[in-house]
């Protein structure tokens, strides 16, 4: 449904002028506030939004739309009016009491866009000014990307192969949430995909779903936690796991006896760089000879918003400027930098789409060893680039320098 912006005015009003007659029950397939809220979603669908704000304030309803990781304010507030009845109407559409206004709750929305399911998860709260209610759509983006869609450098993806085609063995992927990690778990699992191998997801929820693997979703209430569908896997003639992530030790120490067993076992944690994966992992009382003896590979992601193609511009950062100095000893004469003016494609953002940023460590033998003798973390920071890692902030300049994102967007996240 493609609706431009007078005819969304107008439904507005009309949606507002339905509620000042208190017909909000009235109204069936046609009713404004039913089309308002078909209409709210759709765009979030066509923006590529991940999340949907409606956010009561003390005289309209503020919409915003999460994109590309940020949250962006919508040009139409919706009068005060529409509020109640709009949140009613989703309300009803997620399968939630639409009576009860004074406790969270959390529902459900299958909904039908251009042949595709949209399937969208929604919490409300109460608050001062009336219900916060935020829809996350989950699988907007349908496709699932491969490894050589993921972003990374050459030499990276080269590194990132190497520790996941190994047969046995852990590898990590740290990052905060919404960080992609498990975009990259699904790339990496669907290249090690061959008819010959069995590959299983413990994740919860299930994410996406990926052609070819057994997905397991997590459901503690009947019983299936981590540990048990770890311990359940061990007896599935598996080839390789991925596991949504670790929660805590006794998790982690299982994980650890697996991959020692001659499995490959991926998973996730949050850390601020790969190195810190060896040193989460002591914390949560792995010893250094079982972390040395099992994990091959640890990568920290984060994402970043891609340049807008459509309105890049070149420009020469001075010797003194914040960008000369940002770039360190990587800035020289003549260098020339890609900014963005902003344009319809991108809203005026500059940015449209994400792209990953990694750093790979690769356990290698003097890696190992440092890990064994349990050396501190400046010392094993030092090692790992001395062997090869490029941190995330040099993966980022290299891509900044290629024109694919700016130095405030790195700055913003790193
Ligand atoms: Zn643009």
């Given at each position: 449904?493609?609706?431009?912006?007078?005819?969304?005015?107008?439904?507005?009003?009309?949606?507002?002028?339905?509620?000042?007659?208190?017909?909000?029950?009235?109204?069936?397939?046609n009713s404004p506030v039913v089309k308002l809220a078909d209409v709210l979603l759709e765009r979030a669908i066509e923006r590529r939004a991940s999340d949907l704000h409606l956010e009561p304030q003390t005289d309209f309803l503020r919409v915003r739309y999460r994109i590309d990781g940020l949250l962006q304010i919508e040009d139409n507030v919706l009068p005060k009016e529409v509020e109640s009845i709009l949140i009613a109407r989703l309300k009803v559409m997620a399968g939630m009491d639409t009576a009860k206004h004074q406790c969270p709750q959390d529902g459900h929305i299958?909904?039908?866009?251009?042949?595709?399911?949209?399937?969208?998860?929604?919490?409300?709260?109460?608050?001062?000014?009336?219900?916060?209610?935020?829809?996350?759509?989950?699988?907007?983006?349908?496709?699932?990307?491969?490894?050589?869609?993921?972003?990374?450098?050459?030499?990276?993806?080269?590194?990132?192969?190497?520790?996941?085609?190994?047969?046995?063995?852990?590898?990590?992927?740290?990052?905060?949430?919404?960080?992609?990690?498990?975009?990259?778990?699904?790339?990496?699992?669907?290249?090690?995909?061959?008819?010959?191998?069995?590959?299983?997801?413990?994740?919860?929820?299930?994410e996406r779903v990926v052609p070819g693997i057994n997905q397991v979703e997590i459901n503690p209430k009947s019983g299936l936690n981590y540990m048990a569908g770890l311990k359940a896997?061990?007896?599935?003639?598996?080839?390789?796991?991925?596991?949504?992530?670790?929660?805590?030790?006794?998790?982690?120490?299982?994980?650890?006896?697996?991959?020692?067993?001659?499995?490959?076992?991926?998973?996730?944690?949050?850390?601020?760089?790969?190195?810190?994966?060896?040193?989460?992992?002591?914390?949560?009382?792995?010893?250094?000879?079982?972390?040395?003896?099992?994990?091959?590979?640890?990568?920290?992601?984060?994402?970043?918003?891609?340049?807008?193609?459509?309105?890049?511009?070149?420009?020469?950062?001075?010797?003194?400027?914040?960008?000369?100095?940002?770039?360190?000893?990587?800035?020289?004469?003549?260098?020339?930098?890609?900014?963005?003016?902003?344009c319809p494609h991108c809203r005026g953002t500059g940015y449209s789409g994400r792209l990953a940023l990694q750093e790979v460590l690769v356990i290698s033998p003097a890696v190992r060893e440092a890990i064994l003798m349990s050396a501190d973390r400046d010392r094993l920071q030092a090692l790992a680039e001395r062997e090869g890692l490029r941190t995330l902030w040099q993966d980022g300049v290299d891509k900044v320098l290629d024109g694919k994102t700016t130095l405030s967007e790195l700055k913003r996240v790193i």
């Open positions: 449904m493609n609706i431009d912006e007078t005819a969304f005015k107008i439904l507005i009003s009309r949606a507002a002028g339905e509620a000042r007659q208190g017909l909000e029950h009235q109204g069936g397939a299958e909904f039908a866009s251009e042949g595709r399911q949209i399937d969208i998860r929604v919490s409300v709260l109460p608050a001062i000014h009336g219900e916060l209610m935020v829809l996350r759509f989950m699988n907007v983006e349908e496709k699932i990307l491969n490894l050589g869609e993921l972003g990374f450098s050459d030499k990276n993806m080269e590194l990132f192969r190497g520790i996941i085609e190994k047969p046995s063995g852990l590898v990590i992927l740290s990052g905060p949430v919404n960080s992609g990690k498990t975009t990259s778990l699904y790339a990496a699992l669907q290249a090690l995909n061959k008819p010959e191998s069995n590959l299983v997801t413990l994740e919860n929820p299930v896997l061990l007896r599935q003639d598996i080839t390789a796991v991925m596991v949504g992530e670790i929660r805590d030790g006794e998790v982690a120490s299982y994980i650890v006896r697996i991959a020692l067993t001659g499995h490959l076992i991926m998973t996730t944690l949050h850390t601020e760089n790969a190195v810190g994966v060896i040193f989460r992992l002591r914390e949560m009382n792995i010893p250094p000879y079982m972390i040395a003896a099992t994990l091959t590979g640890a990568v920290a992601q984060r994402l970043v918003r891609k340049s807008c193609p459509h309105c890049q511009e070149e420009y020469e950062p001075a010797a003194n400027s914040a960008e000369a100095q940002m770039l360190g000893e990587r800035w020289h004469r003549g260098l020339h930098l890609k900014r963005n003016t902003g």
